[in-house]
């Protein structure tokens, strides 16, 4: 009883924080703007347009995955790796950051892989993508600098001023959303360590975590990095696009925005929902669209990005049900 109850917690309580955020932020939005926009306003050729990048970045990350395996002498297919991919996608929705347990699951399944050995090559994975996120993160604040002191300037806003902006409710979902990553960070700790119990399964997680020390091609392992973030950027860019006002905003802009969205969908809300609405709508106003056309951009990006992943999953699990009547 008491584990049905950790589970249902587990799934209800992300579920809860994000309606909790959203429903903060569009309690005085114009709904039918929202509508005017999906039926006329928007320009949906470039929202096509940004769509194969959506898919791009999760099979570069699962060419990426094959090429940390090589070094463990495992060669999966590459199909069961973009399968497995797409559905962690999917299945994080329901529950946050299941997915990564979840891609392992399925390639050991499918492709006769230790599960453990998996899972330390996803850590290893991760601590790459961080590192470029923080990296790109610097680079943006340096060069973002000069932007926002003139933005401050021209507009004869200081930044107690626009801090000010912010309600007190804006603060409180900051810090609920600031402690609910910590929380996170803690529970994925503790399963770290339930998994690495053994000496044998800690010896095959940290062989798994030291792959990419091994690397036959490193080369190709950052191109495939590379590739995983431009093509996330371009998904997110090309939807400034679809707008009147932030198509004219500029490269820049979005990867201000595309930074703090990253860091956004660390916490654990089904992709980010919420928090990454929260913190892409404020770096929008910062850059002078107004507050309820911000609001209705992150709503129409996210719910399309969001149901790309949903056919990406649906067709994971048509392909892998594929694949298990041929092996039978």
Not at 119 to 140: A, N, Q, Y
Not at 176 to 191: H, P
Request: glycine fraction near 6%.
């Amino acid at each position: 009883m008491k584990k049905a109850a950790k589970h249902i917690l587990r799934i209800a309580l992300p579920l809860i924080l994000a309606a909790v955020i959203l429903h903060w932020m569009y309690q005085g939005v114009d709904w039918s703007a929202v509508w005017r926009a999906l039926d006329s306003d928007m320009n949906w050729t470039w929202m096509l347009l940004s769509m194969p990048f959506g898919i791009s970045a999760q099979m570069f990350r699962a060419l990426r995955w094959k090429v940390a395996l090589k070094p463990l002498g495992e060669n999966p297919r590459l199909s069961t790796c973009c399968n497995s991919i797409f559905l962690s996608y999917a299945s994080s929705l329901a529950i946050p950051r299941v997915g990564e347990v979840l891609r392992c699951g399925v390639l050991s399944k499918y492709e006769d892989i230790s599960f453990t050995k998996l899972v330390g090559s996803v850590v290893s994975e991760r601590i790459v993508d961080m590192s470029m996120v923080f990296l790109f993160s610097l680079l943006t604040a340096l060069t973002q600098i000069p932007v926002f002191l003139n933005f401050f300037h021209e507009t004869g806003i200081d930044l107690g001023g626009f801090l000010s902006r912010f309600s007190t409710s804006g603060y409180i979902v900051t810090a609920i959303c600031t402690l609910a990553a910590c929380i996170l960070m803690y529970f994925l700790a503790q399963k770290l360590n339930l998994i690495s119990r053994t000496k044998a399964k800690f010896a095959k997680l940290i062989e798994g975590m030291t792959s990419i020390t091994h690397l036959k091609n490193p080369w190709l392992f950052l191109l495939y990095s590379c590739g995983i973030w431009a093509s996330y950027y371009m998904h997110f860019y090309l939807a400034f696009y679809c707008f009147d006002y932030t198509a004219q905003l500029g490269p820049v802009a979005a990867l201000v925005a595309f930074v703090v969205g990253c860091f956004a969908v660390l916490v654990p809300t089904p992709n980010g929902a919420g928090p990454w609405h929260f913190v892409v709508k404020t770096v929008l106003v910062l850059y002078g669209v107004q507050d309820q056309d911000a609001a209705v951009f992150a709503l129409i990006v996210h719910t399309l990005q969001t149901l790309l992943t949903v056919v990406l999953g649906l067709y994971a699990l048509a392909s892998l049900a594929l694949t298990k009547m041929i092996q039978k």
